[in-house]
């Protein structure tokens, strides 16, 4: 009666697996450390998530080997898809096209900013990336400032344009830092408007008062605030 039942159980679940391309040494190494798979639904989980997880690889596959053709390194691959799996999952269009973007800035693809850059280039729509640069334009950073702060911090693109509002005008009017200093110190846009508002705020007034007094130099007051 057991031997009938399990054969009713598990080999449907067996014979899918080897469907959809799982060799006999694949399924025994799959079920000795994960034998609990065999009480899922073939129906509801089993060939749900097998579905699914072929069309994840049939996007990431291509992107990766673009990745490497172009150079980057498998522990950076591996590391930046630990750190950010969506932008993996991009088209392979937009990933090439990406890749052209931020070697013509200059980034190395033994870097891994070559893959933060790429990160924020290709998950944003042109008229975006235009919208951020207009804005920190209107805050004060020439064209050439914008992609120093990139270079240095390429998530710093990533950041809400009324953020960068926001940040931009704190550190100008209560930092009495000028846009040529934030854009060489690009983290400061990264800050949380929390953290902004309950502790940085309060901080840098009291190191601006210290620095008006010539009692610390500048870099130890923007290191502080950036704490």
Same mark, same amino acid.
């Given at each position: 009666?057991?031997?009938? @039942?399990?054969?009713?159980?598990?080999? =449907?679940? *067996? #014979?899918? %697996?080897? &469907?959809? /391309?799982?060799? $006999?040494?694949? +399924?025994?190494?799959?079920?000795?450390?994960?034998?609990?798979?065999?009480?899922?639904?073939?129906?509801?989980?089993?060939?749900?998530?097998?579905?699914?997880?072929? @069309?994840?690889?049939?996007?990431?596959? =291509?992107? *990766? #080997?673009? %990745?490497? &053709?172009? /150079?980057?390194? $498998?522990?950076? +691959?591996?590391?930046?898809?630990?750190?950010?799996?969506?932008?993996?999952?991009?088209?392979?269009?937009?990933?090439?096209?990406?890749?052209?973007?931020?070697?013509?800035?200059?980034?190395?693809?033994?870097?891994?900013?070559?893959?933060?850059?790429?990160?924020?280039?290709?998950?944003?729509?042109?008229?975006?990336?235009?919208?951020?640069?207009?804005?920190?334009?209107?805050?004060?950073?020439?064209?050439?400032?914008?992609?120093?702060?990139?270079?240095?911090?390429?998530?710093?693109?990533?950041?809400?344009?009324?953020?960068?509002?926001?940040?931009?005008?704190?550190?100008?009017?209560?930092?009495?830092?000028?846009?040529?200093?934030?854009?060489?110190?690009?983290?400061?846009?990264?800050?949380?408007?929390?953290?902004?508002?309950?502790?940085?705020?309060?901080?840098?007034?009291?190191?601006?008062?210290?620095?008006?007094?010539?009692?610390?130099?500048?870099?130890?007051?923007?290191?502080?605030?950036?704490?």
């Amino acid at each position: 009666m057991y031997t009938f @039942e399990a054969q009713k159980t598990f080999k =449907p679940k *067996i #014979d899918y %697996l080897k &469907s959809v /391309g799982f060799s $006999e040494l694949d +399924i025994a190494r799959v079920l000795s450390s994960e034998p609990y798979i065999l009480t899922r639904s073939l129906k509801n989980k089993i060939a749900p998530v097998l579905k699914r997880l072929g @069309e994840f690889l049939a996007v990431l596959e =291509p992107n *990766i #080997d673009i %990745l490497r &053709s172009h /150079g980057v390194p $498998e522990s950076l +691959i591996l590391k930046f898809f630990v750190d950010h799996p969506p932008a993996l999952l991009l088209s392979p269009y937009q990933v090439s096209e990406g890749i052209g973007f931020v070697k013509s800035l200059g980034f190395s693809p033994n870097n891994l900013k070559f893959l933060l850059a790429l990160h924020s280039a290709a998950v944003m729509s042109k008229a975006l990336w235009e919208q951020k640069l207009e804005t920190y334009r209107s805050c004060g950073m020439s064209k050439d400032e914008i992609y120093s702060a990139f270079k240095l911090q390429p998530m710093c693109m990533l950041v809400p344009v009324k953020k960068i509002h926001k940040m931009m005008n704190f550190f100008q009017s209560k930092g009495n830092l000028n846009p040529s200093i934030i854009s060489k110190n690009p983290n400061l846009l990264r800050l949380s408007l929390d953290r902004l508002e309950k502790s940085v705020i309060p901080r840098c007034s009291v190191l601006h008062l210290l620095l008006s007094h010539d009692l610390i130099r500048k870099d130890i007051m923007l290191f502080m605030c950036s704490k």
